[in-house]
């Protein structure tokens, strides 16, 4: 893609209100645009980010035997009634609405209720177990506080995975495939190195709950972690696990995180009250198991642009980055633009993703939106370079600037074995 077909500008500053670090980047490079506190509309090149983490996402759902699909953001109070969820003591983040005709509708802040009502359609005996389901949704949530940029949204891109099972054994089997596949994600997303697992934080259920947290200064939560990184435990249960772990509190030390993922075992607690059974081989009936997984997919991207960005900018990873390479051309040469689009045209047709930045502006002005912008790969093609017969290369996360041939530049792309 060409630059000036882009509409978005960079910015020398950020909204004066916007205190963190992953939206003052994001919005100056053009990624997100911020509509008011807790809110922000991803644009073209926001967009492609959160695609490519998607695509991660989808990959390891899938290789667990997950189907995808897409609910309604409009739910039903009954369905929620039926659990006692559809309070506001119950759950502080409902923004609710009502229809014309006066029906009380919620938005959906999570699927748990849905997808159990929507499934009790389409499950009758314990042979239509297991099922598992996941979504990349936009959530509402009423959020008290929206500082930490697109780490915490009123409205966010989440991955919901839902798995039902007739049988305990059947559902603990699967959540540790999930663990598997979550840390297969956090791996490949980059951050796997940071993210640790944990009993959750708080409520009924932290035993059957775990916690992917990743180190991150701009995370709300903090985490106990031993000195090797072998044990990790969340500040709001650390007395209870290091009990239960049988550590001494005073070799842990306190790190800030982020929550980038939560799971959970419902086990049948949601079916009983919800009245979703399955017939059993014996002739008999059961309540159906019930765990779910979720994975703060904006956050995500919020904790990547954190941790993975400079004084400059932004510092994409390969696979994440919305385009691998910026390639700028200096001056309007007419052999210049020519060399830029043989380049161009051969990288697009080895599928590398490309960012022409073809504006008539000063090279500072160009360099300093290659920084800010984050992608992995800089080539700029001038009178001089092509004077030498080589382009000028740069990586991301390097200072040094180098002239390199179109082979040697395909070699540094990973395109030659
Ligand atoms: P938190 O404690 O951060 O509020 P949560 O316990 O409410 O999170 P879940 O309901 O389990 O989170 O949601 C699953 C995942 O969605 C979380 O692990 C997190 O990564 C992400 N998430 C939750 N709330 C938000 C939000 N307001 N903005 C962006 N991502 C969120
Ligand atoms: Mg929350």
């Known amino acids: 893609m060409k630059y000036s077909q882009i ?19 994001l919005i100056r490079a053009g990624y997100v645009y911020k509509e008011m506190a807790g809110v922000y509309d991803y644009l073209p090149l926001g967009l492609k980010v959160i695609e490519n983490i998607k695509s991660i996402i989808r990959q390891e759902m899938n290789a667990i035997g997950g189907d995808e699909l897409v609910m309604s953001s409009l739910q039903n109070k009954a369905v929620w009634e039926s659990t006692g969820r559809w309070s506001e003591e119950a759950v502080d983040v409902w923004f609710k609405s009502s229809l014309q005709d006066g029906t009380d509708i919620g938005f959906g802040w999570s699927h748990e209720e849905p997808i159990l009502a929507m499934m009790k359609q389409y499950i009758e005996s ?45 559902m603990d089997k699967y959540y540790d495939r999930v663990i598997d596949a979550y840390k297969r994600i956090f791996d ?50 650390l007395d209870d696990a290091t009990e239960e772990i049988g550590i001494d509190k005073a070799l842990l030390s306190p790190v800030k995180t982020a929550e980038v993922g939560n799971i959970f075992k419902f086990g049948t607690e949601k079916s009983e009250k919800m009245g979703i059974k399955v017939n059993t081989s014996d002739g008999g009936e059961q309540f159906v198991y019930l765990a779910s997984y979720g994975i703060g997919v904006t956050r995500v991207m919020g904790v990547i642009a954190e941790k993975m960005s400079d004084e400059k900018g932004l510092v994409w990873p390969e696979n994440i980055a919305p385009f691998r390479v910026y390639l700028t051309t200096i001056g309007q040469d007419e052999a210049v633009i020519s060399q830029a689009s043989e380049l161009y045209k051969d990288l697009t047709e080895l599928s590398v993703e490309v960012l022409w930045d073809d ?4 090279p500072g002005e160009k360099f300093a939106d290659a920084d800010l912008l984050g992608f ?42």
């Open 126 to 170: 314990y042979k239509d177990l297991p099922v598992s389901v996941y979504q990349f949704q936009t959530k509402m949530r009423n959020e008290l506080r929206a500082k930490s940029g697109i780490m915490r949204g009123r409205e966010f891109v989440m991955k919901d995975m839902y798995s039902l099972h007739s049988s305990q054994e059947d």
């Open 376 to 417: 992995p790969h800089r080539v700029v093609i001038s009178p001089k370079t092509l004077q030498q017969g080589s382009v000028e290369y740069k990586a991301r996360t390097s200072t040094e600037v180098d002239l390199i041939s179109i082979d040697e530049l395909k070699n540094r792309l990973n395109l030659i074995n």
């Open 359 to 362: 504006r008539d502006a000063r």
């Open 7 to 25: 509409f978005t500008k960079t910015k020398k500053q950020a909204p004066a209100d916007e205190v963190s670090k992953n939206a003052q980047l």
């Open 188 to 237: 490949r997303l980059g951050i796997g190195d940071d993210t640790y697992i944990t009993f959750a934080s708080g409520g009924a259920f932290t035993k059957f709950s775990h916690e992917f947290q990743t180190v991150c200064d701009a995370g709300e939560d903090v985490l106990y972690i031993s000195d090797d990184g072998q044990v990790a435990v969340n500040e709001e249960v």
